[in-house]
């Protein structure tokens, strides 16, 4: 049983590549995990993981960087996020919203699952395909789901490995705040460095 590591971006897993030095590609098989690249968002995330999730995976890691609600928090920091809610999955009633779940089509809101000591912060997420930058609809998200966690495929992740019976787990690390758009206030770069620094760490110690 093998271990597949999932993200959204080549970027985002620059170190790791280089690490265990791995080859081009957007699915790469290794003797002790595979690795895939979705691409960004849960549709693209949703469609690779149909192409490659199997039974043979007893673990899937989906590694990213990601939005953060809570200043408190600091940038770069990487999180166990636990919990993850597909944020925009319903219906508008007026002012309210309805999740999927509410209308009875579906489930919005998953967890991870693991025996597997991470040892990490623990957050919770919401998956979107709308990254928030206005004030209204950052505070709507408050109110609604107090989130810690934003980004745009984790939810996609635990889904897939509901259904398919398989242990999963979403690490991500703090880029940015939640706030208006305003690129001068990211650290990417020290978000996928440490992202990178926790997940080579942790795959290297599974072997």
């Not at 597949?4 to 080859?23: C, D, G, I, R, S």
């Not at 895939?36 to 590694?63: E, P």
């Not at 996609?156 to 690390?173: G, N, T």
Request: charged share 20%; aromatic share 10%.
């Amino acid at each position: 049983m093998k271990t597949l590591v999932v993200a959204a971006t080549k970027a985002e897993l620059t170190y790791f590549y280089q690490h265990f030095n791995l080859p081009e590609g957007d699915f790469i098989e290794s003797k002790h995990f595979d690795l895939l690249i979705t691409g960004v968002g849960m549709v693209a995330t949703a469609f690779s993981l149909g192409k490659h999730l199997s039974s043979k995976y007893s673990l899937v890691i989906n590694f990213g960087i990601a939005g953060c609600f809570d200043r408190n928090i600091e940038l770069g920091t990487v999180l166990n996020i636990t919990e993850d809610i597909f944020a925009e999955l319903g219906a508008e009633n007026g002012d309210e919203f309805l999740t999927i779940s509410d209308l009875g089509f579906g489930e919005n809101h998953f967890k991870s699952r693991t025996d597997k000591k991470v040892g990490l912060p623990i957050a919770k997420g919401i998956t979107v395909n709308c990254v928030s930058g206005n004030e209204k609809s950052i505070k709507n998200l408050r109110t609604r789901l107090n989130p810690t966690t934003e980004s745009m495929e984790g939810a996609s992740v635990f889904y897939a490995c509901k259904l398919q019976h398989i242990d999963c787990l979403q690490i991500r690390s703090i880029s940015n705040y939640v706030e208006p758009r305003n690129k001068d206030n990211w650290k990417i770069g020290l978000a996928v460095k440490n992202l990178n620094d926790w997940a080579i760490a942790f795959i290297g110690e599974m072997n």
